[in-house]
């Protein structure tokens, strides 16, 4: 009798912190979509990817039509655990966050940082964190080993980006100090900052470490990376405020497919570092 009252005790107490509650959500339950998404179950959800973001979002070589990567299998396996529709809509990346707040698409789900600016006008669900590397040429001609290096060079980041901001700041550390100031470079997307280190146009681009990497590792004749910066930043799926029940869904299923160790295992099928995982959390401002 004693251990059956203990026993109750220990699960009202874990019912009022909110852990069987979690616990109970950490499962696919595609059948019962109409039941819990009311607003969206039936409905196609228009995903917004940049289609030339490796390791995350990127046309298949074989099939220029399929998108894969990791974002990509992330959301193909999170709707399937949800029982939600949902299709592909590509674009370039500087312009899928404003296709999401105009109501065009329903989620930009593409190597997406969190930022309490962007968190005004949309809801995250985050799922890992971000490290941020910095690209150069082969043999690092400039001898950039850390962004303090990039005073007085041609610097690429995407428009809209933390690394924008980043240069930014930077560039006024550098001028504060009595160097010459960075020269920024904007690039719309993945694919045309990459070119602008090929062809000799910028000295460093500084994006997302995973990123950095793949490109290394499948062009080593022509880059490499000159730095990496734990940047603590978080990474999400994004969607308008107001759509509760998308916003749910989404959570729900990268918590059950954590849960299951899904994720784990497609961020190390395509390249990415497993570590990088973190619990799923619904993110506002």
Same mark, same amino acid.
């Given at each position: 009798?004693? &251990?059956?009252?203990?026993?109750?005790?220990?699960?009202?107490?874990?019912?009022?912190?909110?852990?069987?509650?979690?616990?109970?959500?950490?499962?696919?339950?595609?059948?019962?979509?109409?039941?819990?998404?009311?607003?969206?179950? +039936?409905?196609?959800?228009?995903?917004?990817?940049?289609?030339?973001?490796?390791?995350?979002?990127?046309?298949?070589?074989?099939?220029?039509?399929?998108?894969?990567?990791?974002?990509?299998?992330?959301? &193909?396996?999170?709707?399937?655990?949800?029982?939600?529709?949902?299709?592909?809509?590509?674009?370039?990346?500087?312009?899928?966050?404003?296709?999401?707040?105009?109501?065009?698409?329903?989620?930009?789900?593409?190597?997406?940082?969190?930022?309490?600016?962007?968190?005004?006008?949309?809801?995250?669900?985050?799922?890992?964190?971000? +490290?941020?590397?910095?690209?150069?040429?082969?043999?690092?001609? @400039?001898?950039?080993?850390?962004?303090?290096?990039?005073?007085?060079?041609?610097?690429?980041?995407?428009? +809209?980006?933390?690394?924008?901001?980043?240069?930014?700041?930077?560039?006024?550390?550098?001028?504060?100090?009595? @160097?010459?100031?960075?020269?920024?470079?904007?690039?719309?997307?993945?694919?045309?900052?990459?070119?602008?280190?090929?062809?000799?146009?910028?000295?460093?681009?500084?994006?997302?470490?995973?990123?950095?990497?793949?490109?290394?590792?499948?062009?080593?004749?022509?880059?490499?990376? +000159?730095? @990496?910066?734990?940047?603590?930043? &978080?990474?999400?799926?994004?969607?308008?405020?107001?759509?509760?029940?998308?916003?749910?869904?989404?959570?729900?299923?990268?918590?059950?497919?954590?849960?299951?160790?899904?994720? @784990?295992?497609?961020?190390?099928?395509?390249?990415?570092?497993?570590?990088?995982?973190?619990?799923?959390?619904?993110?506002?401002?």
């Amino acid at each position: 009798m004693r &251990r059956s009252k203990r026993l109750l005790a220990t699960l009202l107490v874990l019912v009022g912190t909110g852990f069987l509650a979690a616990e109970a959500l950490a499962k696919c339950e595609p059948e019962k979509a109409a039941a819990k998404y009311p607003s969206v179950a +039936g409905k196609k959800i228009k995903v917004a990817v940049d289609p030339e973001s490796p390791p995350y979002t990127f046309r298949d070589p074989k099939n220029f039509e399929n998108i894969i990567g990791f974002d990509a299998d992330l959301t &193909r396996a999170v709707f399937k655990c949800t029982g939600l529709q949902f299709e592909f809509a590509a674009g370039g990346w500087s312009g899928l966050l404003p296709s999401v707040i105009a109501g065009q698409n329903d989620v930009m789900w593409s190597d997406l940082y969190y930022t309490a600016e962007r968190a005004r006008q949309v809801d995250y669900v985050v799922y890992m964190e971000a +490290g941020t590397g910095g690209l150069v040429r082969k043999g690092n001609p @400039k001898g950039i080993k850390s962004l303090g290096d990039a005073c007085g060079m041609r610097a690429a980041a995407g428009l +809209g980006t933390v690394e924008e901001a980043a240069f930014r700041d930077q560039s006024t550390k550098c001028t504060t100090a009595g @160097k010459p100031a960075i020269q920024l470079v904007s690039y719309p997307d993945i694919a045309a900052g990459v070119r602008l280190i090929q062809n000799e146009r910028a000295d460093l681009m500084m994006t997302d470490l995973g990123i950095v990497d793949r490109a290394t590792q499948e062009n080593p004749a022509i880059f490499e990376r +000159g730095f @990496k910066i734990l940047t603590g930043f &978080r990474i999400g799926a994004a969607v308008k405020k107001g759509n509760e029940d998308l916003l749910k869904a989404i959570y729900d299923g990268i918590q059950a497919i954590q849960t299951e160790g899904t994720q @784990k295992k497609l961020l190390e099928s395509n390249g990415v570092d497993p570590t990088l995982q973190v619990t799923a959390e619904i993110l506002r401002k």
